[in-house]
């Protein structure tokens, strides 16, 4: 008579076992997890007090990183605004969504994991900047576009269903506007970077790029406090990331760390130790399998990235070994390549006749201005000429411990032989499993390389 009980009892430690596993060792009483994702636009990786800037007002991001986990090498499969969108949704590279090149929609027969989610229950949303076209907006349940509707499409969620909340920003994109913040940045506060001229004009336009990063800031603050109030902030995952650089000479629309390394926090208290920092190399095509694995959902064969919840677990795991960034059209005609050891980075230029000349809107800022006024004078160092070279180099080689900016090409260079023949055969291989092939025909610029004014042939008549 006591033999069913006793079954009965493994039976269900069984079942709480296997649900438990299911979605990280939670309690199966707590649930699905829910999500957020919060994706800024045009952010480099450093810019933020979490990662050590002395001056940038985030106190809500530093917040994020004592509450969570921050990656310290995070980085994204593009520098350019919707590819890498594109890319993060499906969990592939570029070039393999159809949506490789600037403003181009994602198709409706790419599988993401957002409609994986919305069919196994949960609840799905965007808000803010959308940037991916017509076609993937089905498979939300409900996308607004307007900029100050984050909290409210909290609010009004269904509260019987568990949730993902895609919400993106439009900061730090340009255009700027001065006293958007109450305590605007000044020039003293700025932290310029070496490939770019330390004049009063760059300081200015850092300034007010630094005033919209504290705006969103606030942002993530007031969705963690409704997040609380809601009482649902225990068992939600939270990750903040950037879609690519900062708009400026040698940063967005590279593949240098300064296009596409991103800031990556991850917070989950109910599961992810606050304060944990992890050095391990993880990319943004990773994050639709590691999303659908942390709710219990089977991984899509479409997707091309490698889940991270190793390293949730274990901010020491290593999940790859080696991360790929590419280039492709982006106002101008370009098309590049890489691929990043834990030291080391290898870059190809498809193109090398072209210079790396920065995107339209940033061609057209204060800064740029001025660096044409001071390479017409001669007054630019090396380090700051490389927007308006060319030819390029075809190939780049970099030691990123000894020269994090990457500003001392080693390509070629007897001693670097052999690390830069690995990298090569890495790029190789890649490329031939992710069917990357160079376009049969270079799509041409549509806008001016000197002045970003857009060129004739293209302006609506």
Known sequence: MRLIPFLSVVAALLVLNFCGEAVFGQKPTEGKPNFIVFIADDMAWDDCGAYGHPKIQTPHLNQLAVDGMKFNHAYLTCSSCSPSRASIITGRYPHSTGAHQLHLPLPESQVTFVEQLKDAGYYTASAGKWHLGTPTKSKFDHVTTKLNEWVSTLKQRPKDKPFFMWFAFTDPHRPYQRNIIERPHTNEDVIVPPYLPDTPEVRDDLALYYDEITRLDGVVGRVREELKKQDVASNTVIVFLSDNGRPFPRCKTTVYDSGVRTPWIVTWPAQVKGGTVSDSLISSVDLAPTILELAGLPIAETFQGKSFKPILQTPAATTRLHIFAEHNWHDFEDFGRAVRSSRFKYIRNFYPDLPGTPPADAVRSETYV???????????????????????????????????????????????????????????????????????????????????????????K
């Open 370 to 460: 001025k660096m044409r006024q001071l390479r017409d004078a001669r007054k630019l160092n090396g380090d700051q000429q490389g927007c308006f070279l060319a030819p390029r180099p075809a190939e780049e080689l970099y030691d990123l411990e000894a020269d994090p900016h990457e500003l001392h090409n080693l390509a070629g260079q007897k001693e670097f032989q052999k690390v830069q023949q690995e990298l090569r055969v890495v790029l190789d291989q890649w490329q031939e499993e992710t069917h990357d092939r160079l376009p049969r025909m270079r799509r041409p610029d549509e806008f001016d390389r000197e002045t970003g004014q857009q060129l004739p042939a293209f302006r609506k």
